[in-house]
Structure formats: structure tokens, C-alpha cells
């Protein structure tokens, strides 16, 4: 968007100014728009032409006033109704109604920029000199009696432009806005404002504007909401202050900040945008909040989810049972055979005591196999392993095994070789993550070995078990590095079920 400024006195202004009016008056301004390749002007009327080829010759001057982003179909209305309504070739005059009083509107509703002041206020400038009084009758003469044509009138106008503006009804809700001083008066007595911007001749402010009416007058009278109105040609100070480069706009202030702002006739979205911030003032208590009942949402509370299915347990006892890793190790071993089917029976019974004709469970002894069948069975083979750990974790006779300072070694290696080899793989097995992950959640069925996960400051320093330590590379992490490094390599898995798995290890962990 350009501004053409024309000097109508071709230099003349400038050199005899000082003779006539006592001061020095750089020129007699007209100004013209130019925008989508067009120059819009006031006379006789709204007139176009290609730009620089109307009659007032070549501008001195081409002001940058910014970028648009009217469409060009809208301001073309714009133009129409302005021309039709108020911008007529019977409504011209020189002082109060006249081509840069046409050009401060189109800049405005086009940019939200102002034309410069000494171009608005040549008129104001001139008839408060002796030779501009002089001169009074021959204008009133010929355009009609002027609000500048007395000193006293002239002196209580705005230092800008004078425009005729839309009238602005008021109501008990919506007020007129001018200044920033009205927008604090209007924040400091409510909550809630909203400000809504709009200028003469505004097809589309026109259609929003009787909406927004309705939707404040409909506020009860406890709502928090108050609003102001913004005309553009007079309040472009408050407009300069918010940025507004088009109309119309609402602008939603919630304690004296932007809450939010709308553009355009969007009668829906302004509904919304109101509701939401009269809302925001209070929030009321959610409708489901207040009728809802949910039991079992709301019986979920911070107990940890523990995976204590046997049947699995089973099938990975008996899986174990026949590698070659194990009947090797029970043949060079004869005291883990008791170990074994004492191991053998607890699951079969699924009970918390074992029958009498099995041995007792040696619980040293049992970390012992159970280590040592880690180290011998091949990759294929672990996941049965650590499902089996995994079902022993949660039964009362094997859990204190697990709770001494080798079955927690014992647990960590388990997990190492699993986040390794989940490291070292595209795709590792999808058996052997979910088997770990839930192997793992079984860790915070015991309070000794959730403070080995969390231990306080003192345990890092003092046990070996907790901070980690020289040997087995599984050692030397933390148990909550572990199984943290297992949820990075798991929560976000491509197969549900391992990310179900992963998500109740986090649940576990933040709970």
C-alpha cells in the first residue's frame, strides 16, 4: 500500500507562505491510495486510474504505508460504500471533508496506519492563521460552514484527522472506546473485556456488529464481561496499541492481558471466544465432574502392576527343563535337582507352601542355578528364563531370594542382556522385551527392591547392590538405569503389546 502525495500549489506554497500566513507551509496536499495496481482518489467523487496518471500530474512524494492483507474484492466494496454513502462529489469539502480525509480512511482499514500529521493537519494549520480567518466567508461560500472556521472550534479538535464516524449506540455493557485510558477504566472494572474494532464503512463490521450486540446484552448482569467498541478514525490510538491492521477484530483481555483475538464476521467463532473467556474469569466445575461416577476409574490407585499369571511361569519351567544347557548342569550338579523340582512343585500347586515330599528351598542355592542357566542357555532360550524369574518374583517363598545382594545382580543381568541386545538389533524379540518389561514390573512387588531402585543418598554410597559396581558390566549401572534405559528402547515400539508392557513399567515408576 502506497501513499502519492501531490503538492497542488507546484512549490508556490513554500515561497509565498511566509509572506501571507506568517510561517512556512511546505506545500497544499493531495493525496491519493495506491493498492492492487490502482490509485483511488477524492473529488468529484471516488475516482481510479493506473497510478501517476491522474490529473494532478506525478506525486513528490511515494510513501511505503505497509502490506495489506484485505483481499482486494473486500476493499473494493469498501470504496463502493463509501463512495456511495459519504465520499460523493456533493459531500467534498476543502476543509473538513476531502481527499486525505478519504485517504487516512482507506490507509487505516487497509493497514491500520495513519497518514503523516502534516498532511492531516494543514487545514487545522491554516485556518488558525489571520490570513486563513480572512478568508472564511469565501469558504463557507463555497463549501458550506466548517467546525475549523472559528479559533474556538479549531482548538478543541483532536491533532489528527476529523472524520465522520458510524454513531456509536451505547449500552449498559458496550461502551465507546477513544483511548488507552478508557481500556484501562474498562480492565479495571471487569474480568472479562472485549474490544471490538471497527471502522466506517465496513461491510463486514456491519454484519458482525448487531451479533455482537446480542451476545453482550445477553450476559447476565453478574457476568464478569464488559466491552468496548473501537472506531478506527478515532481511536486509532488504541488500535496503534494493539496492532490491529484490519477490521473488523475483537481483541479478549482476561485480567488486563490478551487472552485471545478474533478477525473477521465469524459470528460462531465469536460466540466461542466469548464463552471461553468468560470462563476463564471462573472456571465452572465440568458437568461430567459433577455427575459422572466411575468406580473403577476411580478405584485405580498407586499400587503397582504386577504380572503374576502361572501358566506362563509353566511353560517356561518346562521349556528350561529340557535344553541341553539344563539337563547338563542338573547331571555335573546333583544338589540343584532338589532345588529344581522343589521349583517344579510351587508351580504346579500355585499355592504359598510347597508339599511336604519336596525339599526344602534352598534360596542361596536357587540365585546360584538360576545364574548359572543364564550364563549357559543360548539367546533363543532367555526369555523362558526370565518369565520364570518373572513368576518368582511375586511368590512369597522364592521373593527374599531375590531380595539379597546376588539375586539383585542376578536381576540386573537379566535386564543388561535384554537392553543390549535391544541396542544391538533392528528388531530384537518381541517375546523377549515384553517377557523383560513385565519381569521388571515384578521388581515393585517388594519394598527392599523398590528402595534399590530409588535408594536414598546414604544406600548409593555404602552398597555395592544399589550404586553399582566392578565385574559384570550389568554391575556397574544402577538398577534404575536399567530399567530406565529399557523403557527409552520400549515405550514408543512399534508392537502394542511391548508398549502396554513399557507403560506399566512407567505407571510402576511414577506411582
Sequence with gaps: VQLFVYDLSNGLARSLSPQLVGRV??????????????????????????PGTTPHGQPVQRLDMGNTEIPQGLFEEFVVSLGTERYTAANYHLLDHNCNHFTSEAVQFLTGQNIPTHISDLPREFMATQFGQALRPMLEANFGPSALASPQAQSALPSTIRTTSMPTPTSQRLVPVNTMDDVHRLTTQHRAVVLFFTSVGCPPCRVIEPEFRRLVEAEPTTSPLGA?????????????QFGIRATPTFIFLLDGNKFSELK???PTALATELRTLVYATHPPAHPHWLHLRTPTLDGIGANPILFTQREGAQKALARCTTTSACVDLMASNPEYVDTWQTLQKLLEAGAATVSDTAAPLDKCLLITLLDRLHRQLPPSDQFALIDLVRYLLVTPQCKPSFESDDGLTLVRQLLYSTVQEN??????????????LRMACNLFSSNCMVEHIFPNPDAVASNPAVRGSEGHPACTMPLRDLITSLLVHTLLAEEPIVRQAAASLAFNLSA
Design 264 to 266: 473477521g464476521a465469524q
Design 423 to 436: 541396542g544391538d538389533s533392528e528388531s530384537s524379540s518381541k517375546g523377549l522385551l515384553v517377557t523383560t
Design 25 to 50: 507551509i511546505e506545500g497544499i496536499w493531495h493525496t491519493s491510495v495506491v493498492v492492487y495496481g490502482t490509485e483511488y482518489y477524492y473529488g468529484q467523487g471516488i475516482l481510479q486510474a493506473a
Design 228 to 240: 468496548g467498541r473501537i472506531d478506527m478514525a478515532t481511536g486509532y490510538s488504541v488500535a496503534a
